[in-house]
């Protein structure tokens, strides 16, 4: 999976749709192999965004847990420090 695509689910404060739509972009930039897409491909490129975006919403809304929400700071720390841990020279 790709590094770039965070966790969503269970944070406080809830997740945006823009964090949703980065995350569908990043995906589909994965999937596709383009970082850009061509002119002949845009169309089909950003559908498939759109789709990912809403289709990740929905499992997002639909989805229930016992577990008190994360903190992102926290969240942001802890993949800092195994970043820092994995390129330490």
Excluded at 43 to 63: G, I, M, Q
Excluded at 67 to 88: I, L, N, Y
Aim: hydrophobic letters at 40%.
């Amino acid at each position: 999976m790709c590094r770039n695509i965070r966790t969503l689910y269970n944070f406080e404060p809830a997740t945006t749709d823009e964090e949703i739509r980065e995350a569908a972009l990043q995906y589909v930039r994965k999937v596709s192999g383009f970082n850009k897409p061509s002119q002949a491909n845009e169309e089909a490129f950003n559908r498939a965004v759109d789709e990912v975006a809403h289709t990740t919403s929905h499992l997002l809304a639909a989805l229930v847990t016992n577990a008190p929400p994360k903190d992102r700071e926290v969240e942001a720390a802890k993949r800092k420090a195994r970043s820092a841990q994995r390129f330490a020279a």
